[in-house]
């Protein structure tokens, strides 16, 4: 059997060692630029989306929409999946909310944007949580029920200017002889909008605006 090769190791030249480290901290500092950017992003819209915000002034200009007051307001600072949110609806002159909902707003595992809205078991227990956090004592991240189905997927379409929406016809719904539902939302700095209408299995429009969304302009902050 012949002898085994000799096999002298040596090291690669310093030179080609200075390149690649250097081409691995550039790289690095990339990926970290990236990732900042990306929170950066959702940060702006969790900003955008806090406050109290009131139609009323559409509703001034077309008495089809009523003065609807959105109040939403960040919870659970420190949950590190995302941004938090407490959210009500009310019509003006009603005593209490006609919709109450938990939002979060994360990048998933595919870099997009999402806001996934979760109902609550006994929403009557937190009317007014917006203003008065101690309302929400109690609550548990695992009551909370959403269907991700419906979750709205947002894209920064200009400087500080978001728009979105449900994916197609995916978000099922059955309100008023519905099969689905779609929102199509805008939300930038002071103001959003937000149009969610039904259909039925042929397309057909069969609840809410017919001509456009609700537009909320903010009042206050939180």
């Known amino acids: 059997m012949p002898p085994e090769p000799f096999v002298t190791h040596t090291r690669p030249p310093r030179r080609a060692r200075q390149v690649r480290i250097l081409l ?4 690095a500092c990339m990926l970290a630029s990236q990732s900042a950017a990306a929170d950066d992003e959702l940060s702006l819209l969790a900003d955008h989306y806090s406050g109290v915000f009131s139609s009323e002034a559409q509703a001034a200009e077309d008495g089809t929409y009523l003065l609807v007051h959105y109040r939403t307001t960040r919870i659970w600072p420190d949950a590190g999946d995302g941004y938090w949110f407490y959210t009500e609806q009310q ?5 209490t909310p006609y919709r109450q909902r938990v939002q979060q707003l994360f990048r998933d595992s595919d870099g997009r944007i999402r806001l996934r809205v979760y109902t609550l078991a006994s929403p009557e227990r937190h009317v007014g949580a917006w203003r008065d956090a101690s309302k929400l004592a ?9 269907d991700p189905d419906c979750d709205n997927f947002y894209r920064q379409t200009a400087p500080g200017v978001f728009e979105g929406g449900t994916d197609g016809r995916r978000c099922r719904n059955a309100w008023r002889g519905a099969s689905y539902m779609r929102s199509v939302s805008r939300i930038e700095s002071g103001r959003f909008e937000n149009w969610d209408r039904g259909f039925d299995d042929d397309d057909n429009h069969v609840w809410g605006p017919a001509d456009g969304g609700y537009r909320f302009e903010r009042i206050d902050t939180q």
């Open 24 to 27: 691995a901290a550039l790289i």
């Open 138 to 146: 109690g609550l548990e991240r695992d009551a909370l029920e959403a």
């Open 91 to 95: 019509i003006e002159g009603q005593e």
